[in-house]
């Protein structure tokens, strides 16, 4: 007599594409993070025990910004635009000239890091920030 | 016979990637105020983000540091507490392109105070 084998079904869910799902999650995780890093204009500022430093004049260019946002270099007006090329000449003429900054209290931050921008571009290594 | 290289444990790799993305990137959300930052053009990267403090300074005058508003004179304690913990700290400072520098000064003056003397303007690429 027969009897009927019963047949066993095994049920599995495929997991062949388990890894394509696994790459998809991962792609949009490093899409999705931001490496949110921080830009800026990195300065040092000069410690509060620092005797001040005796320097000849003619290496030091004083800029100053007042409110309105006009800037003198050397007591001579210049547009925020030609601060760069004037300084690169100045650097030339005299690689150890020091750049001070100052700002009138009513200056806007915006003008100061504009100013500070040019100093940048034309590669100063020494900038002071005057008080 | 067919040579094939075993794909199972492929997914576990995969999985395990994923958890390490998940688990380094850090979703953080700034917390400060409303500013618009000034543009500047020649802008550096801060080499690191762990050892960034923030000074949130609005147009209003108002100024925060990790959430908490401070007065200027404060900030000289503050930022020392900061220094002392992490030498190698570097101050990056959150201001809105309209705060006048008289109060930028004070934060100079109160950083100087403090021996934070590393700092980073934030700006806008242009």
Known sequence: ?131 | MKASIPTASLPDIVFMLIFFFMVSSVLRSHEGLQILMPKAKQIEKLESNVHVAYIWISKEGLISIDGRLYQPQSVRSVMYEKRTVDPQLIVSIRADELVNMDLIGQIHKELRLADALAVNYSTRAI
Not at chain 1, 94 to 107: G, Q
């Open chain 1, 1 to 131: 007599m027969g009897l009927v084998r019963k047949k066993v079904r095994i049920a599995e869910i495929p997991s062949g594409s388990l890894a394509d799902i696994a790459f998809l999650l991962l792609i949009f995780f490093m899409v999705a993070t931001t490496i949110d890093m921080d830009k800026g204009i990195g300065i040092v500022l000069p410690s509060a025990q620092d005797s001040e430093i005796e320097m000849s004049k003619k290496n030091i260019t004083s800029i100053l910004i007042d409110p309105r946002g006009t800037v003198l270099m050397d007591e001579k007006e210049v547009s925020i635009k030609d601060i760069k090329a004037k300084v690169e000449a100045l650097q030339l003429q005299n690689p150890k000239m020091v750049f001070s900054v100052k700002a009138h209290p009513l200056t806007k931050y915006r003008t100061y890091i504009e100013v500070l921008d040019q100093l940048k571009q034309a590669k100063t290594r020494v900038i002071s920030i005057a008080e």
